[in-house]
């Protein structure tokens, strides 16, 4: 399935202290009639809900994590599911001592500090449909 989009302007910005990362990220993304696009960004977190999915189950196993996280690369799309628009947010995260945590970001997740991009799509957007055989919602249509 491919699809081809135009640009939209592209919005820089940050989320405050305290915010939901996945809530602010989409109160811009609906603030701003965003249909279609990519986010990435970059800052800090105070708590983190992090999903791994398991094939095996079709399940997320969702794990928080309490601590003091730098976000090393934050990177995700916008479409559609269940007829609202949908940011799906993908993360890596660095601890203290270095190593490396990732996965799907949840809401949950609570800014330190966030700077984000967003890209706007012109052009009809994805929606995502519940898939028998994954376990997960795809772009299909």
């Known amino acids: 399935m491919l699809k081809t989009f135009g640009l939209g302007d592209i919005l820089q910005g940050s989320l405050m202290k305290g915010d939901d990362l996945i809530g602010g990220l989409t109160a811009v993304i609906k603030g ?10 970059i800052g800090a977190v105070t ?5 791994y999915f398991n094939a095996g189950t079709k399940k997320y196993e969702e794990k928080v994590f309490q601590e003091n996280l730098e976000i090393v690369s934050l990177r ?3 479409s559609y599911r269940d007829a609202e628009v949908f940011p799906h947010i993908h993360a890596v995260l660095s601890r203290r001592d ?23 799509f ?7 449909g519940f898939d028998e055989d994954t376990g997960l919602f795809l772009w299909k249509e």
């Open 76 to 78: 995700g799309n916008i």
């Open 47 to 51: 708590e983190a809900h992090i999903g």
């Open 32 to 41: 701003r009639g965003i249909a279609s696009g990519i986010v990435s960004g």
């Open 98 to 120: 270095f190593s490396a945590i990732g996965g799907h970001l949840f809401p949950g997740t609570h800014v330190y500090a966030f700077e984000f991009e967003i890209i706007p």
């Open 122 to 128: 012109e052009g009809k957007p994805f929606v995502r």
